[in-house]
């Protein structure tokens, strides 16, 4: 059955990294929209990084996030990644892969936890 699962979460102090990866199962990755989430305590879902398929070699960022964050893929791997760098309290959320396959399913994962404190 096809599924996302997210991993690389944990807690890391404020300036620290983290790369989170998103590992896709049941269907390729290569030719659809990638998109990381987070959901901070008692805030709404947010959106952090988007990117297009590989084809269209496209890639967006929050103005929160931005020069911070990297999105990726491998596709060999059929991974997506969140390079996360200089972390600061506020990033602290739940962070949820999605996916937008090519034939218009939506997948999401179940979420990691990162947790930026001193």
């Known amino acids: 059955q096809p599924r996302l699962v997210e991993s690389g979460g944990g807690l890391v102090q404020p300036g620290g990294s983290l790369r989170l990866s998103c590992a896709a199962s049941?269907?390729?990755?290569?030719?659809?929209?990638i998109g990381w989430f987070r959901q901070a305590p008692g805030k709404e879902r947010e959106g952090v990084s988007c990117s297009l398929s590989s084809s269209e070699a496209s890639t967006s960022y929050a103005d929160s996030v931005k020069g911070r964050f990297t999105i990726s893929r491998d596709n060999a791997k059929n991974t997506a990644y969140l390079q996360m760098n200089s972390l600061k309290p506020e990033d602290t959320a739940v962070y949820y892969c999605?996916?937008?396959?090519?034939?218009?399913?939506?997948?999401w994962g179940k979420g990691t936890l990162v947790t930026v404190s001193s």
């Open positions: 999605n996916v937008v396959s090519v034939g218009g399913a939506l997948y």
């Open positions: 049941g269907f390729p990755l290569y030719h659809d929209t």
